[in-house]
């Protein structure tokens, strides 16, 4: 089985500066995929940003962007120019590929971000 | 856009009924996901599909069901709900077969109350 921890409960940033999210995960698996996703309030689950564990390079979606550390298992990520629709609640989450096709994901417990005005 | 509807945004029960929790995604998806959402502990996978009348446990099954007659729609299914079971419920798709094979679409989420 595989866990993902997320160790911020709670962060707080002035708009425009950057924020960092952190998250680590534990498995034994080799194939896999990391994912970032966020949660308005009052709204609907949307993906931030997905990383598949045999690539080296860090995914990058705009002003989103991992820092993947695979030996480490550590899969940050960074909000740059950060606005205040950016306030929400972000997952990190684990989903193994196994032959038949994809896995549930495993959540973290998740990290309330605010930016404030 | 893939839209995936979940029947009720909030319901209320009696300990003790019987609850259908019903989903419908639009985009032909093969795989379905049911999960539970609670403060400081994230979501947790209860089970999911593969296929019609395919299903496999999650990483908290008990006290729950599933159904999947048709490849559209999933049904959680509470068989005596217990108010432990209060939470918010949230359905998921996916298809292997696209450009973003494992991108999970969500609900908006059901809201679910056991009194």
């Known amino acids: 089985a595989q866990t993902v921890t997320q160790s911020q409960p709670e962060m707080s940033v002035q708009e425009a500066e950057t924020v960092t999210l952190s998250c680590t995960y534990d498995?034994?698996?080799?194939?896999?995929?990391l994912f970032w996703y966020k949660q308005p309030p009052s709204r609907q689950m949307i993906l931030v940003i997905r990383?598949?564990?045999?690539?080296?390079q860090n995914a990058t979606e705009n002003r989103f962007s991992v820092n993947f550390q695979k030996a480490a298992k550590s899969f940050s990520l960074k909000i740059s120019d950060s606005q205040l629709g950016d306030t929400a609640m972000y997952f990190c989450?684990?989903?193994?590929?196994?032959?038949?096709?994809?896995?549930?994901?495993?959540f973290g417990k998740g990290t309330h971000l605010i930016i404030q005005p | 856009d893939v839209k995936v509807t979940q029947s009720s945004r909030y319901l209320v029960k009696r300990t003790g009924e019987k609850v259908f929790l019903e989903c419908v995604q639009d985009?032909?998806?093969?795989?379905m996901f049911w999960y539970r959402q609670d403060p400081g502990l994230g979501l947790r996978l209860i089970y999911f599909?593969?296929?019609?009348?395919?299903?496999e446990k999650g990483d908290i099954p008990e006290g729950y069901s599933v159904s999947r007659e048709k490849k559209e729609r999933f049904s959680l299914i509470l068989e005596s709900a217990s108010t432990n079971q209060t939470s918010m419920y949230l359905c998921?798709?996916?298809?292997?077969?696209?450009?973003?094979?494992?991108?999970?679409?969500f609900g908006p989420g059901t809201r679910l109350t056991v009194t």
């Open positions: 599909s593969y296929d019609v009348k395919m299903k």
């Open positions: 985009m032909d998806h093969e795989n």
């Open positions: 498995t034994s698996e080799s194939n896999y995929y």
């Open positions: 989450a684990f989903m193994k590929i196994s032959g038949g096709g994809a896995d549930g994901l495993t």
């Open positions: 998921a798709s996916s298809a292997p077969g696209t450009s973003r094979p494992y991108e999970q679409y």
């Open positions: 990383q598949e564990a045999y690539k080296q």
